[in-house]
Protein backbone atom coordinates (compact mmCIF):
# COMPACT_ATOMS: atom_id res chain seq x y z
CA UNK A 1 0.00 0.00 0.00
CA UNK A 2 0.80 3.72 0.20
CA UNK A 3 3.60 5.08 2.48
CA UNK A 4 2.80 8.00 4.66
CA UNK A 5 4.85 10.94 4.05
CA UNK A 6 7.15 12.78 6.39
CA UNK A 7 8.60 16.25 6.52
CA UNK A 8 11.32 17.26 8.32
CA UNK A 9 11.12 20.43 9.47
CA UNK A 10 14.55 21.94 9.96
CA UNK A 11 17.03 25.35 10.36
CA UNK A 12 19.68 23.33 9.76
CA UNK A 13 20.99 23.28 6.17
CA UNK A 14 22.65 19.99 6.64
CA UNK A 15 19.17 18.59 8.05
CA UNK A 16 17.91 18.52 4.48
CA UNK A 17 20.62 15.47 3.55
CA UNK A 18 19.24 13.61 6.76
CA UNK A 19 15.47 14.16 5.47
CA UNK A 20 16.12 13.15 2.20
CA UNK A 21 18.42 9.73 2.90
CA UNK A 22 15.47 9.09 5.77
CA UNK A 23 13.12 9.20 2.49
CA UNK A 24 11.23 12.58 4.08
CA UNK A 25 10.78 15.74 2.71
CA UNK A 26 12.90 18.39 4.22
CA UNK A 27 11.67 22.13 5.28
CA UNK A 28 14.13 24.65 6.34
CA UNK A 29 12.80 26.92 8.65
CA UNK A 30 11.53 29.61 8.89
CA UNK A 31 8.82 28.51 5.91
CA UNK A 32 5.46 30.34 5.18
CA UNK A 33 2.11 29.11 5.48
CA UNK A 34 2.33 28.42 1.53
CA UNK A 35 6.30 26.14 1.51
CA UNK A 36 4.25 24.17 4.07
CA UNK A 37 0.78 24.00 1.97
CA UNK A 38 2.98 23.19 -1.22
CA UNK A 39 5.08 20.21 0.89
CA UNK A 40 1.94 18.68 1.46
CA UNK A 41 0.34 19.22 -1.90
CA UNK A 42 3.28 17.51 -3.20
CA UNK A 43 3.69 14.60 -0.78
CA UNK A 44 -0.13 13.78 -1.28
CA UNK A 45 0.57 13.93 -5.39
CA UNK A 46 3.58 11.70 -4.75
CA UNK A 47 1.62 9.26 -2.25
CA UNK A 48 -0.81 9.11 -5.11
CA UNK A 49 1.55 8.10 -7.69
CA UNK A 50 3.44 5.80 -5.80
CA UNK A 51 7.19 5.19 -4.55
CA UNK A 52 9.41 7.02 -6.90
CA UNK A 53 13.40 8.11 -6.01
CA UNK A 54 13.44 11.56 -4.49
CA UNK A 55 15.84 14.71 -5.23
CA UNK A 56 19.31 14.72 -3.44
CA UNK A 57 18.56 18.44 -2.77
CA UNK A 58 15.60 20.37 -1.22
CA UNK A 59 13.26 21.87 -4.12
CA UNK A 60 13.37 25.60 -4.05
CA UNK A 61 9.78 26.34 -2.93
CA UNK A 62 10.88 24.65 -0.06
CA UNK A 63 13.81 26.69 1.05
CA UNK A 64 13.43 29.77 2.87
CA UNK A 65 13.26 33.19 1.33
Known amino acids: GP???AA???GRSDG???AIDAGAIPLLKP???E???ALWADAASQNAEGPRKRARSAP??????
Open 3 to 5: GIP
Open 8 to 10: VLT
Open 16 to 18: TDV
Open 31 to 33: FTP
Open 35 to 37: QLE
Open 60 to 65: EKYKPN
